[in-house]
């Protein structure tokens, strides 16, 4: 249950689709060859955090987080750690057929998104 660990400006994500979630940790680092021709690494950090999933939403949780995405900045929580980063849209937001007609909502709607730390 992700929905519970993973969060946008303290905005409650939903869980992701099945399957759709993954993370990764990964190297900022500058790889160059000095004179002697040994690789030479400027490591800045070890651990960046990117995450990309689909979330089924309803039409009011779909439109705040296209909001959360033109922000130029958000803070990530993560398993209980928070992440300075960017959340952008990862593909196509699609409605579940016949969704329309679920009263109180505008449809029930899959939001793929992308977070990356700064």
Known sequence: ??????AIDDVQLPNPVPGSFEYQLNPSE?????EAG????NVKRLDRLSWAGSFQCTSGVKETLL??????????????????????LGGAVS???????VPGTL???TVPLVFEEF
């Not at 249950?1 to 993973?6: D, E, I, N, Q, R």
């Open 1 to 6: 249950m992700l929905g519970k660990y993973l």
């Open 30 to 34: 500058n790889l160059f060859e000095n």
């Open 38 to 41: 040994e690789q030479m690494a």
């Open 67 to 88: 909001l959360k995405c033109k922000n130029a900045e958000c803070v990530c929580t993560f398993q209980g750690i928070a992440y300075e980063g960017r959340l952008r």
């Open 95 to 101: 409605l579940y057929e016949l969704s329309e007609y």
């Open 107 to 109: 449809g029930l709607w």
